[in-house]
Each structure stands twice: as structure tokens, then as C-alpha cells.
């Protein structure tokens, strides 16, 4: 009911955003802006993709997150830019260099990162068995980020599209559609991997804080990049030498954290093979990247593929949710779930009777 009522209200949002945008942009420059702005979109979800292979987060989770990054996230943003217009014009000032640097570099940051941080903190609440570390957070931060990106792109796009200079027009796709469209990605990553890490040492109310600290790297991140925009005069020179280092930084923090899933994996799998569940070998097929990429190959190659895709899920959900006991996180829950998974286990391994072992 809960979940029902909150995609209910982010479509009201999302179409109400939409309508600003056809209203302010015109039909035609939206319409094209759209299937320009699909274009990042779809380079950015592959990748969030692959980061979230390891351990998928619930299809309506994610789903839930690019919306609210698409929609809600947006709707806030455009209602504290209009409030503060509004503020700016009853104080009689006019636009200058301090105002737009103030919009830039402290009001959107601000705004932005804190509308899509709270869709990181519900999803922390509601979807709280499903929230089990770092990289879910990561992986929950990078969809709002995308979501929010892509309304912005179109936006970005259509004012673009609206003029005459059709130059400026690919120049903008460039800067934003292939140069930079992880940037809010990265921002709003942040907060989310700080309530990963809160996923395993707080619950409720205890993650408020954690999401205030999540807050403070994003802001700056973002404060530093809108920044740079407006200082730099070598915009491209600054983001081969300060942009390029820090997104591949990031990849390398990714590599890290995707690494660090795998050993929770075996280390937990490991325990159930010592209680007789899996063998030693199926623990080290399961618990590296390599041995299940093998191993799919392996199923695929005799007609159970899908039979073993289910099985990897289910041992690996069985391992998150053994950690989740083992640290005293959501116990009854976690003994529902575990209890529920090595039955599953039992039934996957029925699927996979005829698959002969590999050599």
C-alpha cells in the first residue's frame, strides 16, 4: 500500500514536471531534448548495472530511485529556484555575477543534493532488508543521480534547442551527454554510500545522521564542479586535469567496494559449507567474478542458464542475509529470509540436476 501510494505520487510529480518542461521549452525542442538526453542515460544505467550485478537491489527500489531522481528531486529544485527568484526580485536585486555565482555554487548544490539525498533515506527505510552496504547505497545514490541528470539534460537540451546556434547546441551535448554524465551520478553517491555504511551500525532514526554526513561530500562535490564552470576559463584543461583523476578515482573506489562484496561472499558461503549446503568448490565459483562467469558459460552451454542465474542469486542473498544475522542487524527478518533462501537453495539445486560438473 505504502509503495503503491509512493509511485502514485512521484507520477503526479513526474507528469507535472513533464508539463513544465513541454510548457517551457516548447513541444519539438522537448521532444528532441528527450531522445538526446536518453542517450546519457543509457551509458550511465549500463554502468550502474554492472556495479549492481553482484547483489541486485529489488527492480521496484531501483525503479522508485530514478523516479524520485527524475521527479521529485527535480520538483523541489524548481520550486526553491522559484521562491528564491521570487525573493530576489521583492529585494529589488538584480542579476549580476554574485547572483548567479550564489545560484550556482551554494543554492543548487544545497538543493539539489539534499532533494536527492532524502530519496536515498526513504529508501533506507522502506527498503531496509534490501540495504546492505556501501554499494547498494552507491548503487541507490547513482540511479537518483542519473534520474535527476537526465530531467536536467532535457532541460538543458531544449533551452539549447530552442535558439538558432545549432553549434552550442552540440557543444552542450558533448560537455553534458558524453564528457560529464556521471557527474551528479558521483555526487549523490556519495550520501548513499555513507548510508551504506549506516545500513550496518544504525536503523530508523540513527541514519539521519549519517545522512547529514553523506550530505557534506556531495555538496562539495557538486559546489566545486558547478564552481569550476563558472571561475575556469579553460574548461577543458581543468577537466583533464582535476575531473579526469577524480572519476577515475571513483572507478577505483567502485573496484574496491564491488571487492569487498565478494569476500562478505565467501566468507558467509564458506560457514554453510562447513553445515554441509554448498561444496568448497562451489564456494570459489561463487564468490569471484571469474568463477561465475566460467560457470554461466558452463550452464548455458548445456540449457540451464537461467536454472543457474537463480542459483548465484539465491546464494548470494543467502550470504547478505547470514551477515545481516551475524552483525545483529534485523534479526528476526534476517532469519525469515535465511530460512526462506535455503529452501530456495534446495529447489535451484533440483533445477540443476542435469548439469554435469565442469571440468
Known amino acids: 500500500m505504502v509503495a503503491t501510494l509512493g509511485f502514485a505520487l512521484l507520477a503526479?510529480?513526474?507528469v507535472a514536471v513533464a508539463a513544465y518542461l513541454v510548457y517551457a521549452l516548447g513541444?519539438?525542442?522537448?521532444t528532441i531534448a528527450f531522445v538526446?538526453?536518453?542517450?546519457?542515460?543509457?551509458?550511465?544505467?549500463?554502468?550502474?548495472a554492472w556495479i549492481d550485478r553482484w547483489e541486485p537491489e529489488p527492480r521496484a527500489a531501483l525503479i522508485f530511485a530514478l523516479l524520485w531522481g527524475a521527479a521529485a528531486s527535480v520538483g523541489i529544485a524548481l520550486i526553491f529556484s522559484f521562491i528564491a527568484q521570487i525573493g530576489q526580485a521583492l529585494a529589488g536585486i538584480d542579476d549580476s555575477y554574485a547572483t548567479?555565482?550564489?545560484s550556482a555554487v551554494i543554492q543548487a548544490p544545497v538543493v539539489e543534493e539534499v532533494s536527492k539525498g532524502f530519496g536515498i533515506l526513504l529508501l533506507f527505510w522502506v527498503f531496509r532488508r534490501h540495504f546492505d552496504g556501501p554499494v547498494d547505497g552507491l548503487v541507490?545514490?547513482?540511479?537518483i543521480g542519473v534520474g535527476f541528470?537526465?530531467?536536467e539534460n532535457v532541460q538543458y537540451f531544449g533551452l539549447a534547442l530552442t535558439g538558432t546556434d545549432f553549434a552550442r547546441v552540440s557543444e552542450i551535448f558533448f560537455l553534458r551527454g558524453i564528457l560529464s554524465?556521471?557527474?551528479?551520478?558521483m555526487f549523490t553517491a556519495c550520501t548513499g554510500i555513507i548510508l551504506g555504511v549506516a545500513s550496518r551500525r544504525a536503523s530508523g532514526a540513527g541514519a539521519i545522521g549519517y545522512f547529514l554526513i553523506g550530505l557534506v561530500p556531495a555538496i562539495v562535490l557538486h559546489a566545486f564542479w558547478n564552481g569550476m564552470s563558472v571561475i575556469v576559463s579553460d574548461f577543458y584543461g581543468y577537466y583533464l586535469v582535476v575531473q579526469v583523476p577524480l572519476f577515475l578515482l571513483g572507478i577505483a573506489f567502485v573496484y574496491f567496494l564491488r571487492r569487498a562484496e565478494q569476500r562478505v561472499t565467501a566468507d558467509r558461503l564458506a560457514e554453510y559449507a562447513a553445515a554441509g549446503w554448498f561444496t568448497t568448490g562451489e564456494v570459489a565459483m561463487l564468490s569471484t567474478a571469474t568463477g561465475r562467469a566460467r560457470a554461466r558459460v558452463w550452464a548455458e552451454r548445456h540449457r540451464l542458464g537461467k536454472p543457474f542465474a537463480d542459483f548465484t542469486r539465491t546464494a548470494t542473498r543467502l550470504a547478505f542475509a547470514r551477515q545481516r544475522l551475524i552483525s545483529s542487524r534485523d534479526r528476526i527478518g534476517a532469519q525469515h529470509a535465511e530460512a526462506t533462501l535455503l529452501a530456495?537453495?534446495?529447489?535451484?539445486?533440483?533445477?540443476?540436476a542435469g548439469l554435469p560438473p565442469m571440468p
Open 12 to 14: 503526479i510529480v513526474g
Open 27 to 30: 513541444s519539438q525542442a522537448a
Open 36 to 48: 538526446l538526453a536518453l542517450v546519457p542515460l543509457a551509458i550511465v544505467l549500463g554502468t550502474v
Open 100 to 102: 548567479v555565482f550564489f
Open 140 to 143: 541507490y545514490g547513482a540511479m
Open 149 to 151: 541528470a537526465f530531467t
Open 181 to 185: 554524465p556521471f557527474a551528479h551520478v
Open 344 to 352: 530456495r537453495i534446495t529447489t535451484d539445486r533440483l533445477a540443476l
